[in-house]
């Protein structure tokens, strides 16, 4: 038992060792470019799933097994750990440090949970609609850490005063030991009486949940609630991320390596990105919440998502003087949030005008084209937030502005900026900045060796299989990387997943086809697939 427990605590290491080690025999058996650069990315791929090792620290496996198996040159491989999507992420990350530090995330979440409703069932979609738009423009991790801590008072209070609305709901909670055995004496009394009261349409008295005195929860309804609302965070802030190139890194990889590849396309732009993708997140939002509330709330749609005054239980009344109250706190609305808010428009405005595609863009006033790109926007305004004064240019006689939460030196400074290189750092997720450059490096050494298109050889059977088919093994061959452990997110992400293939698929079989042409095999797709073969 020793020897296994000491094997299971070292497991990780093992692993590590283990994995190159016994993969060892594809490169030295079949000594090509291919066979190597299959071997360094199934080794990442692994230490990435496993996680034996921290994901930064394994996305740098490339920058140390291309050189030595002589897939790529070291300068070749650290080109590709800094992209113009690098700092089209930082420029993002200055804007999401400024709405950080002056609460601008926690106003626009109040404000929507506020219009939607203390009700379950619009409660979660309150929460679910603002954190889709936040994560539109933010990262998923960072919007699902700003909006957590809002939806955990919410719940707090649900959970306070779930004993206290028993009056309210006509819920009746049974607190007395000698009571429960009464009830079980007169159980079959009890059925006896229901049959009786519905031959005769008597309606029958509401059941009476027990407290759980083993939970930290009231009753198992309030643990659903609980449940649905942290779940329905997490998958909102995914499908946010769908909606514009820089919502998730993997948007950017794919951004960044699509135009590298296809220089001449001119088709992924924030524009036709966002055209694309907004009615899928939109009919995906709809969906998953409707999945969730059936999955945890149950279908009556009509008890948890009423907008009726009089059908609001005292808990529900509670919660909502509970999130009022929360956003009073915040006071009236700062200049340093109408600052960040018209950075936030501003930022959104020149993306989406640049090259929309469908239209001329303001790059059509330079002479040079092709030298200004997303990352040109976002790093120029996040510079901006370096220098601009957080307090007003001219006297107030308002109260004093709402301060962020950081140093001291800023309120005593009447010159402080919007932001300083401290919030940027404490936003900045390099780890992320590392893993997607291990992304384009691992993609780069897929195109120099060929492996890319050896895999592109072996799906050319699907060639005459119907466009919907491989788009749907396609979509389902991509869900098949995520992992799950815990029982409800397995229930829940099921679901979920199919509706993502279902819309996607959608998309690409209705709007995706007139705005991308995907019926016509594109003529700049032409040079490099005939040069890659020869």
Known sequence: MDLIKKIWTA???????????????????????????????????????????????????????????????????????????????????????????????????????????????????????????????????????MVM?????????????????SLEDSLTVDTQDEESDKEEN????????????????????????????????????????????????????????????????????????????????????????????LPIALIMLMLTWIWLHFLFLGCNFRETCSLSKKRKTRREILSEKRIHEEYQKLGPISYPEVVTGIFFVLMTVLWFTREPGFVHGWTLLFEKKGYRTDATVSVLLGFLLFLIPARKPWPSAFSSESKGDDDDEEEEDPLAPMITWKDFQRLMPWEIVILVGGGYALAAGCKVSGLSMWIGRQLEPMSGLPPWYRWRC?????????????????????????????????????????????????????????????
């Open 186 to 277: 007169q159980e079959s009394s009890k059925n006896h009486l229901e049959l009786l009261d519905r031959k005769h349409n008597i309606p029958a008295p509401p059941r009476k949940p027990k407290i759980r005195r083993d939970s930290l929860y009231p009753t198992n309804r309030d643990h659903m609630i609980c449940k649905c609302l942290s779940l329905s965070i997490t998958y909102a802030a995914t499908i946010g991320g769908l909606i514009t190139i820089t919502g998730t890194s993997t948007n950017l990889i794919f951004a960044e390596q699509f135009n590298n590849r296809y220089p001449e396309a001119k088709v992924i732009n924030f524009g036709t990105w966002f055209i694309f993708s």
């Open 11 to 145: 497991r990780k290491l093992i692993l590590v060792v283990m994995i190159p080690l016994s993969l060892l025999p594809l490169p030295l058996i079949h000594p090509c470019s291919e066979s190597s650069c299959a071997y360094v990315l199934i080794v990442t791929a692994v230490y990435w799933v496993s996680e034996a090792v921290p994901l930064g620290a394994a996305a740098l496996v490339p920058a140390f097994l291309y050189p030595l198996f002589g897939v790529l040159k070291s300068s070749e491989v650290a080109s590709e750990y800094f992209k113009d999507t690098t700092l089209l992420l930082m420029g993002v990350i200055c804007l999401a440090a400024s709405i950080e530090k002056w609460n601008l995330h926690k106003r626009i979440a109040l404000r929507m949970v506020m219009i939607a409703g203390a009700k379950p069932g619009m409660l979660v979609l309150g929460f679910m609609c603002c954190t889709v738009f936040l994560s539109m423009w933010l990262s998923n991790t960072s919007t699902t850490a």
């Open 149 to 165: 801590p809002i939806a955990e008072a919410v719940l707090q209070q649900l959970i306070c005063t779930g004993i206290a609305d």
């Open 474 to 534: 396609y979509c389902y061959y991509c869900l098949l990387y995520g992992h799950v452990q815990i029982s409800d997110m397995v229930k829940a992400g099921f679901g979920v997943n199919l509706i993502g293939v279902f819309v996607v698929m959608l998309a690409i079989m209705t709007w995706g086809e007139p705005l991308f042409h995907l019926s016509e095999f594109p003529t700049w797709a032409l040079m490099p697939n005939v040069t890659g073969s020869l």
